[in-house]
């Protein structure tokens, strides 16, 4: 028995997730393949000759181009400046965590109050003396604007994430390291990408997996700045699956964004990759 | 936690280290600013009357008028639309602890073949696009009656928070002494005895602090909640799906909803923050 209890204890646990993950994901693979029971590419063809699918695609690599290095900038200082402090650490660390707890739309709809045409930026600018009207930032003509609405919306919520897994990693950096730096007359900065990055090397890779990952996710904040006007390959999924009620393009849309998640995590993976017995 | 190697530099003239220390206060207050001015600026919105929302300049003051709030709340579907995301997230916490805790709970007490494999399965979900899983689970549902439910989507909400359950306490759990568990049995407990009377009560508030995460998960998902229901649409499908149509106070009103009870969920485990993510670190 108590050789089996271990077992047991993960037994539930792991049939949920072949259940409701390795199994849809297997399905999933399958129905892109296949259009009315028979084997084709005939979904990823449909897909890749719409017009939309070129703009969804590369529009996501770009918002996660720009998106996830400011946000690595960011939270590099927002967890140097926490790891720092000794008065109000956790005061400030519950507010540079507070986007973690808000949903995408609902950060998607903060950045609406403030870009739209009645919103807080236009009443600025006017108040400034800027402008005479209001603009309609989020129109069509403007596809810079809405994608810069974008970028603005996501490095707001999403920093919080990497944030917090590059604080713990910096706790785990003995003191020991820096303070010899020092003894040899090593500058803040020095001491900064010298001792504190290589040694967070295990947290950045996490903290990066996890956060591309998020940005080829990125659905309800494009969705509620920019509508249509902005398509990725989140909300083309969507469209497909949900207008149109074509399942086997949508499966398509699918496989690509886990096709580029996947490739992004084995460069990651690569690139930061720290031998076992150089770990702390 | 210990600090990191940033210490003071050796003594600098007074005059440059008071400029740095005036660069570092304006650092962390424009950063504080740029987290909260944002909310601020959406409960303005949400605090004022439907007039006053659309009508220009907007003033960042709002003038707590709560017709856009009455508005809201008293538009169809919305309250029902509230309740199944209350009863999502619900389903969703149990399950994910339910089965989460169990596990996290062998992960730290036992050594056994196939626990590397297990950990890698969770470590994998990771790695891929979980929202997508409502695609196939969509036709699964619908051959299975579990289609346009609470519980089918509470499922698929499960298999986003169920790695964080896992990881969580199994965290918890290995900060318990097993010394104490091992007490309880040389005083004549049972294992699972000894696991409800003494493991438990110890691991309780971080055991909740993961289940108010869960709930969380599942009451800011959007893509699932939109793709998986149809007349049973939680909060957030709802406000999705009608932002073509719907007028400019009700989305902020409807924002506002979705963001308050995050703020004071994650205002209530603010100091299992760290458990939570800091674990993706091993």
Known sequence: MPRALPYLLLLPATLFLVVFFLYPF?????????????MTLANYQR?????KFPTAFWNTLLLAG??????????????????????GRSTLLYIFAIPLGISDLAAGLIWLAIFEQSGFLNSMLYGL????????????????????????????????????????????????????AEVFGASRWQRFTRVTLPMLKPSLQTALILRVILAFEVFAVVVALGGTQF????????????????????????????????AFTLVILRLLHVPKEARI | MTEAGTQDAPPAPDRVRRSGRWVFVTGVGLLVAWVLVPIWLLLANALSAPAEVTAFPRSIIPSFDTASLEFFFGFRGVLDALWNSIQVASVTMIVAIGLGAPAGYALSRFDFPGKEAFRFLV????????????LPLAVMFIRTGLDDTILGLALVHATLALPFAVLITFSLFSGIPVELE???????????????????????????ASAVFAFVISWNEVFAAAVLTIENRTLTAFLL???DVSPLHLKFAGGAALVIPALLFIFAVRKYLFAMWGIANR
């Open chain 1, 26 to 38: 297997v399905n999933v693979a399958w129905d892109s393949v296949t259009r009315g029971g028979e």
């Open chain 1, 47 to 51: 897909m890749a000759s719409h017009w």
């Open chain 1, 66 to 87: 720009i998106v996830v290095p400011i946000q690595l900038a960011m939270a590099l200082t927002m967890a140097s400046i926490v790891t720092k402090l000794q008065k």
């Open chain 1, 129 to 180: 003396g800027v402008i005479e009207r209001p603009i309609l930032f989020l129109s069509y003509q403007n596809t810079w604007v809405i994608l810069l609405a974008i970028v603005l919306a996501e490095v707001w919520r999403a920093t919080a994430i990497m944030m917090v897994i590059l604080v713990a990693g910096m706790g785990l950096i003995p003191k020991e390291y820096g303070e010899a």
């Open chain 1, 231 to 262: 398509p990725v390959l989140m909300s083309e999924t969507y469209q497909w699956q949900f207008t149109m009620q074509d399942r086997g393009v949508a499966a398509a849309y699918a496989m690509v964004i886990l096709g580029i998640s996947v």
């Open chain 2, 123 to 134: 470590i994998m979900t990771r790695a891929f696009p979980l929202p997508l899983l409502a």
């Open chain 2, 182 to 208: 091992e007490a309880a049995w040389t005083l004549g407990c049972t294992r699972l005895q000894a696991v409800i009377k003494v493991v438990l009560p110890l691991a309780a508030p971080g055991i909740a």
């Open chain 2, 241 to 243: 799906q009608s932002l």
